[in-house]
């Protein structure tokens, strides 16, 4: 089943770390992040990529997000985060290479555990990618209830871009 507008979020653990404004550079240690206990109460700004470090990922998908995340946060999104297949480290090495400090979160959805529980994976085995893979999509989740889900069915970045998301807000 893959989510819809009014889905509750499913209940996930993704991993992070956190944003160090002393050592930023820094490595930290992983950090749990529960969606329900993270997300309660707030409006979120999800948006997943296949992989860090991939070429339209990299050149269209996370640029967007990094240019207009204040103007998100301006209009009510409390969080703003990006999950991806990669593990907590290549996360956390990715925001650091765009420089988004704490103002978006990077969670690992390694396990595909929260992927899986949207109905938003696919399999990369011929990519050589792992059968595991984040579906390119975004979503805006108000208290925990879906509010708007933008899923791309071809390669590139529409409905998943931070202008379509913006537009929702």
Not at 78 to 83: E, M, P, R
Not at 123 to 137: C, K, S
Request: overall charge negative.
């Amino acid at each position: 089943m893959t989510v819809k507008v009014g889905d509750v979020l499913p209940n996930a653990v993704l991993t992070y770390i956190p944003y160090n404004a002393q050592n930023p550079d820094a490595c930290g240690l992983p950090q749990q992040l529960k969606t329900h206990e993270a997300f309660k109460g707030k409006k979120v700004v999800l948006f997943a990529v296949p992989g860090a470090f991939t070429p339209t990922c990299s050149e269209e998908h996370m640029p967007g997000y990094v240019e207009q995340v204040g103007e998100l946060k301006s209009k009510g999104a409390d969080i703003v985060a990006c999950v991806a297949s990669n593990d907590q480290f290549v996360m956390h090495a990715w925001g650091n290479m765009y420089k988004v400090k704490d103002d978006i979160l990077m969670l690992s959805d390694a396990n595909g555990e929260l992927g899986s529980a949207l109905g938003l994976v696919n399999d990369g085995t011929a990519r050589r990618m792992g059968p595991i893979r984040l579906a390119r999509f975004a979503m805006i989740i108000d208290d925990l209830k879906v509010i708007y889900v933008g899923v791309e069915a071809a390669p590139g970045v529409t409905v998943s871009g931070a202008s379509a998301v913006l537009a929702k807000l």
